[in-house]
DNA sequence: ATGTCGGTGTCGCACCGA
């Protein structure tokens, strides 16, 4: 089972590349951020004729998630975290999926930092923590998959001194994934690629692709259970370098059935 | 310090967030 995700910036501006990437990647399932469409626009049936049910939960201007899958209807658990510090803001879904318990999300970007954007971005992430603990020891697979706007490490970012003012790359960021870590999950994308796993993210801007001038900041992180389960992962480069793409490369993991 | 996108409305450019 390939479960995706990917910052699509603009799923209506940006559905012939989405489409393009579903019919070439073929993922079983897909969790998208960034629709940036209230969910009244959201394709669904552009969606559907390329074979995925969809959950989603738009937002005008910005923000809005999705969960697509061709492995069955997505089971949706929740549309927002259960104490989300501004519910107005479309970040988070959950379904069950073939069994699998899939977290789809977008978190807060926190810029300009410090600020009241980065302090939300700070408490997002620690309710999001509090939500999946009891999780983590599961009997089932449980997937937090998405866009985390966290550089976890200098080893996951181009030229760190050139981001040390930035929320992604904040201290207090790096700490709380760190702490993810410290209870036990596993970054997908760090053990496949054994401690050095490629770029996520490339700023459309001084042709940062074209230099590898880039971020990981799009990841997945397994319990116990589906570390177990996890036989392979990458990041989708080329689709960065199609004309008119998301600044983002979609990630994948496949989990042994 | 700079740079480039999509979406939105104050609409035909300027803004916001990223």
């Given at each position: 089972?390939?479960?995706?995700?990917?910052?699509?910036?603009?799923?209506?501006?940006?559905l012939?590349?989405?489409?393009?990437?579903?019919?070439?990647?073929?993922?079983?399932?897909?969790?998208?951020?960034?629709?940036?469409?209230p969910?009244?626009?959201f394709?669904?049936?552009?969606?559907?004729?390329?074979?995925y049910?969809?959950?989603?939960?738009g937002?005008?201007?910005?923000?809005?998630?999705?969960?697509?899958?061709k492995?069955?209807?997505?089971?949706?658990?929740?549309?927002?975290?259960?104490?989300?510090?501004?519910?107005?803001?479309?970040?988070?879904?959950?379904?069950?999926?073939?069994?699998?318990?899939?977290?789809?999300?977008?978190?807060?970007?926190?810029?300009?930092?410090?600020g009241?954007?980065?302090?939300?971005?700070?408490?997002?992430?620690?309710?999001?923590?509090?939500h999946v603990?009891?999780?983590?020891?599961?009997?089932?697979?449980?997937?937090?998959?998405?866009?985390w706007n966290?550089i976890?490490t200098?080893?996951?970012v181009?030229?760190?001194?050139?981001w040390?003012?930035?929320?992604?790359?904040?201290?207090?960021?790096?700490?709380?994934y760190?702490?993810?870590?410290?209870?036990?999950?596993?970054?997908?994308?760090?053990?496949?690629?054994?401690?050095?796993p490629?770029?996520?993210?490339?700023?459309?801007?001084?042709q940062?692709f074209?230099?590898?001038?880039?971020i990981r900041?799009?990841?997945?992180?397994?319990?116990?259970h589906a570390?177990?389960?996890l036989?392979?992962?990458g990041?989708?480069?080329?689709?960065?370098s199609?004309?008119?793409?998301?600044?983002?490369?979609?990630v994948w993991?496949?989990?042994?059935?």
């Open positions: 089972m390939r479960i995706a995700t990917y910052n699509v910036n603009g799923v209506n501006g940006r012939p590349i989405l489409l393009r990437w579903l019919e070439e990647a073929q993922p079983d399932v897909v969790c998208l951020q960034e629709l940036k469409s969910s009244e626009r394709p669904a049936l552009a969606i559907a004729k390329a074979g049910s969809a959950i989603w939960h937002q005008a201007r910005w923000n809005g998630v999705a969960i697509l899958s492995v069955g209807e997505p089971i949706e658990l929740r549309r927002a975290l259960p104490n989300d510090p501004d519910p107005s803001q479309s970040r988070y879904l959950e379904a069950a999926i073939n069994g699998v318990l899939v977290a789809g999300f977008y978190a807060p970007n926190g810029n300009p930092w410090p009241p954007k980065f302090d939300y971005k700070l408490a997002w992430l620690e309710e999001l923590r509090r603990s009891s999780m983590f020891a599961a009997k089932a697979s449980v997937v937090l998959i998405g866009d966290i976890p200098e080893k996951d181009y030229k760190p001194e050139r040390k003012d930035d929320a992604l790359f904040a201290p207090q960021a790096r700490d709380f760190a702490k993810m870590l410290g209870d036990g999950w596993t970054d997908a994308l760090d053990k496949q690629f054994k401690g050095k490629p770029f996520t993210f490339w700023h459309y801007w001084r940062s074209e230099r590898d001038a880039g900041i799009d990841h997945a992180l397994l319990n116990r570390a177990k389960r036989k392979g992962a990041v989708d480069r080329e689709a960065r199609w004309p008119g793409t998301s600044d983002h490369a979609p993991i496949e989990l042994k059935e």
